[in-house]
């Protein structure tokens, strides 16, 4: 597996809007998907997720189940001798469920930003789960009701939220 790249598919929806649990792995040099050997319990079939790269693995955040029920788990695919091994984190206190967000790996934390949750005031804010301490922190944005956003981040810690039919901007510094 060592010095190989793979794009790594995880869940989503197929043509007839079934809701997917399976993984695929595509050998970007060999240009075709390839088998690997996937070890442990794989997070529950689910969409609208995010999927960031992490240490030569795979962290899963939240998403919407087959049931259409907003999720908060968070999983780790962790490479192996052979393959790769799924890993649940219980994080606590347990983010706040929530899909169609953005998240990214900065250090060993993950920044969720945004997304669509069930309750009618307001909208998700920022939760940063630490990876190897298991925690989360909320951070609640005060802002109108959005549906969609984008964030970027870079490696001075910096990130650009864009939210929104109105295009709400924040811009806020996050040190590791």
């Not at 899909?99 to 009618?120: I, K, N």
Request: aromatic letters at 10%.
């Amino acid at each position: 597996m060592a010095g190989r790249d793979f794009l790594f598919v995880f869940g989503g929806k197929n043509q007839s809007e079934s809701v997917l649990g399976d993984s695929s792995f595509l050998s970007l040099d060999q240009r075709h998907w390839t088998e690997i050997p996937v070890e442990g319990a794989a997070p529950a079939a689910r969409h609208s997720h995010s999927a960031c790269s992490y240490q030569g693995g795979v962290v899963v955040f939240g998403g919407l189940s087959r049931e259409g029920v907003p999720l908060g788990d968070t999983s780790v695919l962790m490479p192996t001798e052979r393959g790769f091994h799924w890993e649940r984190i219980a994080v606590q206190p347990p983010p706040v469920p929530r899909y169609s967000h953005c998240a990214h790996v900065v250090g060993d934390r993950l920044v969720v930003v945004g997304g669509v949750w069930m309750h009618s005031d307001g909208v998700p804010g920022v939760v940063i789960i630490s990876l190897t301490m298991c925690s989360s922190m909320e951070f609640r944005l005060d802002t109108v009701s959005f549906h969609s956003g984008s964030s970027a981040g870079n490696q001075h810690r910096l990130f650009l939220v864009v939210m929104g039919k109105r295009k709400y901007t924040l811009l806020f510094k996050y040190s590791v």
